[in-house]
């Protein structure tokens, strides 16, 4: 493997309100007016009508390249494929009833440490719910999730038991959505985890588990290492595994000689897949962000093209199959929340924040320094399937580990009531 390709492996896997004066809360102040205010303020989604018609302007005057020289994805979202979803999303999509999705929840403002942070929190109707905070990633949002609220906080109807339910607490990352765009550098990984913990004390929940996947996994990692008081234990499905030498073998090195064979196929897909330049997004992100945000910010196509080259998105037909989740709506929901917010840009900084980890390195990540029950979920789709040896060396307190049979690096998107079930038996004894 190419020294490149080894900085590719290590960048992944190291790795707004943005319309202030325009979107208001429940009471209809703005909230530029209780800015200073670190009280918990009702949030509803209004993107005006102006922003949405831009939107569509700017997609039917789109200016397009010539076809690509290939005939898959190699070099990118193919031309027909990206005209196809544009051309949807320009004429029949409707993102009022994206904005209907999230308003559908209970929604709120909080600031900690500065920022202003928009959230969902929905409380179960069971008693004794354990309290759930769940962090997305990049090119993820709110918008990921919100399809396991109710098989989390409704889980007997979703073929669980009352005593599985879970009070949900889904925040947006800063530079993310609805949350604050930082005007200064310092909010990595850590940080978040810090301010997570303020948010969900300021929630009123002493005790609570934490889950996440892509930066998310990230996050909650950090708060294992961190270890607040009342942080019972934390869920990934991207854990940081990859052993050093895991990672040696990345770098060109030999396959040790006891790993069984599942461990051999899943290290030399990985090393497929970083030779074919599937990481290749997150190292322009990693080193200029401000670049990549100046062109993709005045281009939904250039947006959607550059969001479509996430590998999560590679094998979903985006609408052909009506039974598929995410649908192609759910698809530009996610595609028009970052356009509308504006943060692309801001979205981008958590590769550049983060630029010198390896997310999925036990090294990287210290993972023998967390000190909270650790539960892991391996999804077959993803680019790096765990191994439940690397797991159990990573990760000291591992309380939990599971191989489902379907899903990919959104698989609560795709599968949540499967997602939902490896929630509840992951967190089974902590309660």
Same mark, same amino acid.
């Given at each position: 493997?190419?020294?490149?390709?080894?900085?590719?492996?290590?960048?992944?896997?190291?790795?707004?309100?943005?319309?202030?004066?325009?979107?208001?809360?429940?009471?209809?102040?703005?909230?530029?007016?209780?800015?200073?205010?670190?009280?918990?303020?009702?949030?509803?989604?209004?993107?005006?009508?102006?922003?949405?018609?831009?939107?569509?302007?700017?997609?039917?005057?789109?200016?397009?390249?010539?076809?690509?020289?290939?005939?898959?994805?190699?070099?990118?979202?193919?031309?027909?494929?990206?005209?196809?979803?544009?051309?949807?999303?320009?004429?029949?999509?409707?993102?009022?009833?994206?904005?209907?999705?999230?308003?559908?929840?209970?929604?709120?403002?909080?600031?900690?440490?500065?920022?202003?942070?928009?959230?969902?929190?929905?409380?179960?109707?069971?008693?004794?719910?354990?309290?759930?905070?769940?962090?997305?990633?990049?090119?993820?949002?709110?918008?990921?999730?919100?399809?396991?609220?109710?098989?989390?906080?409704?889980?007997?109807?979703?073929?669980?038991?009352?005593?599985?339910?879970?009070?949900?607490?889904?925040?947006?990352?800063?530079?993310?959505?609805?949350?604050?765009?930082? =005007?200064?550098? %310092?909010?990595? /990984?850590?940080?978040? *985890? !810090?301010?997570?913990? $303020?948010? @969900?004390?300021?929630?009123?929940?002493?005790?609570?588990?934490?889950?996440?996947?892509?930066?998310?996994?990230?996050?909650?990692?950090?708060?294992?290492?961190?270890?607040?008081?009342?942080?019972?234990?934390?869920?990934?499905?991207?854990?940081?595994?990859?052993?050093?030498?895991?990672?040696?073998?990345?770098?060109?090195?030999?396959?040790?000689?006891?790993?069984?064979?599942?461990?051999?196929?899943?290290? =030399?897909?990985? %090393?497929?897949? /970083?030779?074919?330049? *599937? !990481?290749?997004?997150? $190292?322009? @992100?990693?080193?200029?962000?401000?670049?990549?945000?100046?062109?993709?910010?005045?281009s939904p196509a250039g947006l959607a093209g550059w969001m479509l080259v996430h590998s999560g998105f590679t094998k979903w037909t985006y609408g052909k199959d009506p039974k598929q989740s995410p649908t192609i709506d759910d698809v530009l929901d996610n595609f028009s929340l970052y356009w509308l917010t504006n943060t692309l840009a801001s979205s981008a900084r958590i590769y550049w924040e983060s630029r010198h980890l390896n997310l999925t390195s036990a090294t990287s990540q210290k993972t023998q320094e967390?000190?909270?029950?650790?539960?892991?979920?391996?999804?077959?789709?993803?680019?790096?399937?765990?191994?439940?040896?690397?797991?159990?060396?990573?990760?000291?307190?591992?309380?939990?580990?599971?191989?489902?049979?379907?899903?990919?690096?959104?698989?609560?998107?795709?599968?949540?009531?499967?997602?939902?079930?490896?929630?509840?038996?992951?967190?089974?004894?902590?309660?």
């Open positions: 493997m190419t020294k490149t390709t080894n900085i590719l492996a290590s960048t992944v896997i190291s790795g707004a309100l943005a319309l202030q004066g325009t979107m208001t809360n429940a009471q209809g102040t703005s909230h530029s007016d209780v800015r200073s205010s670190e009280s918990i303020r009702p949030f509803r989604v209004h993107i005006p009508n102006e922003e949405v018609k831009d939107l569509r302007k700017r997609i039917l005057n789109t200016r397009w390249p010539d076809k690509e020289t290939v005939a898959d994805q190699s070099q990118g979202a193919q031309l027909e494929t990206l005209k196809e979803l544009l051309l949807y999303w320009g004429s029949r999509y409707d993102w009022r009833k994206g904005e209907a999705k999230l308003n559908a929840f209970p929604q709120f403002i909080t600031k900690i440490d500065g920022l202003d942070f928009h959230f969902i929190h929905v409380k179960s109707r069971h008693p004794n719910a354990m309290p759930l905070i769940i962090t997305h990633g990049w090119p993820g949002s709110v918008f990921e999730q919100i399809k396991l609220i109710e098989p989390l906080t409704d889980p007997t109807r979703y073929g669980g038991k009352a005593e599985d339910a879970f009070d949900v607490v889904i925040p947006s990352l800063p530079g993310f959505g609805f949350s604050e765009r930082p =005007s200064a550098a %310092g909010w990595g /990984l850590e940080r978040i *985890g !810090l301010a997570w913990n $303020v948010l @969900m004390k300021r929630l009123g929940y002493s005790r609570y588990v934490a889950q996440g996947g892509d930066w998310g996994a990230g996050v909650v990692e950090a708060m294992g290492r961190q270890a607040p008081a009342g942080l019972l234990g934390i869920h990934t499905n991207l854990p940081a595994v990859l052993l050093p030498e895991v990672e040696g073998v990345l770098g060109g090195g030999p396959i040790p000689a006891n790993f069984s064979e599942k461990e051999r196929s899943a290290i =030399s897909d990985l %090393g497929m897949y /970083l030779r074919n330049g *599937g !990481l290749s997004y997150l $190292v322009m @992100m990693g080193a200029r962000p401000q670049a990549v945000g100046y062109g993709l910010t005045d967390i000190s909270v029950p650790v539960a892991i979920t391996v999804f077959p789709d993803e680019v790096i399937r765990a191994q439940e040896a690397w797991a159990r060396r990573a990760f000291p307190k591992l309380t939990y580990f599971n191989e489902v049979d379907r899903g990919g690096h959104f698989a609560m998107w795709e599968y949540p009531e499967l997602f939902a079930t490896e929630l509840r038996a992951a967190f089974k004894s902590l309660r």
